[in-house]
T-cell receptor, first 115, second 113 residues
Framework: GAVVSQHPSWVICKSGTSVKIECRSL??????MFWYRQFPKQSLMLMATSNEGSKATYEQGVEKDKFLINHASLTLSTLTVTSAHPEDSSFYICSAGTGSPYEQYFGPGTRLTVT | AQTVTQSQPEMSVQDAETVTLSCTYDTSENNYYLFWYKQPPSRQMILVIRQEAYKQQNATENRFSVNFQKAAKSFSLKISDSQLGDTAMYFC??????????FGAGTTVTVRA
């Protein structure tokens, strides 16, 4: 149990286009989902927190108009990178929680390459 | 965000030996949670062990154990009887009351055959 999926696992897009990444909790309902960004051989940086049915809360320094997050249901959150640029190339990871500090599960990540 | 410091960028250990990873953190909170996560080359984050700050007893999960020193704000991970499959990047993480995780910079562990 407690499986989180991400789709796609790898995406290449052209500069100026938008790309959507999905995060799904497959066998549980996630009250909260978190989105992280990870550069090669670096740590995870929290980008935003989303709760089902409400607006996402962005961390300081994260452009909310560039990284659109939607948490439309208890099993799905999406991250849309708008007008992507090469500097947005990174590894994006989501995690889903049930409200308990013990229960936060990570997706396998999505590699975004912007050319 | 809380500050989590891992001062060892890389560690190498012979298989079957023991390695200890250090982690310190800075917080003014009294109740919180600490975690060690493993990220193998697949990049899937895997929970290794967790510790509640209100518990004095150190957590243990099979070959993995922690040394939690609350006053010193220290949370080290000991991997005993290291195995090749333990090769990965290890992150120490602090969870605040709002369930947000702050990660350390990570320590790359390489287990040598």
């Amino acid at each position: 149990g407690a499986v989180v999926s991400q789709h796609p696992s790898w995406v290449i897009c052209k500069s100026g286009t938008s790309v959507k990444i999905e995060c799904r909790s497959l066998d549980f309902q996630a009250t909260t989902m978190f989105w992280y960004r990870q550069f090669p051989k670096q740590s995870l940086m929290l980008m935003a927190t989303s709760n089902e049915g409400s607006k996402a809360t962005y961390e300081q320094g994260v452009e909310k108009d560039k990284f659109l997050i939607n948490h439309a249901s208890l099993t799905l959150s999406t991250l849309t990178v708008t007008s992507a640029h090469p500097e947005d190339s990174s590894f994006y990871i989501c995690s889903a929680g049930t409200g308990s500090p013990y229960e936060q599960y990570f997706g396998p990540g999505t590699r975004l390459t912007v050319t | 965000a809380q500050t989590v410091t891992q001062s060892q960028p890389e560690m190498s250990v012979q298989d079957a030996e023991t390695v200890t990873l250090s982690c310190t953190y800075d917080t003014s909170e009294n109740n919180y949670y600490l975690f060690w996560y493993k990220q193998p080359p697949s990049r899937q984050m895997i929970l290794v062990i967790r510790q509640e700050a209100y518990k004095q007893q150190n957590a243990t999960e099979n070959r993995f154990s922690v040394n939690f020193q609350k006053a010193a704000k220290s949370f080290s991970l000991k991997i005993s009887d290291s195995q090749l499959g333990d090769t990965a990047m290890y992150f120490c993480a602090f969870m605040s009351r709002d369930y947000k995780l702050s990660f350390g910079a990570g320590t790359t562990v390489t287990v040598r055959a």
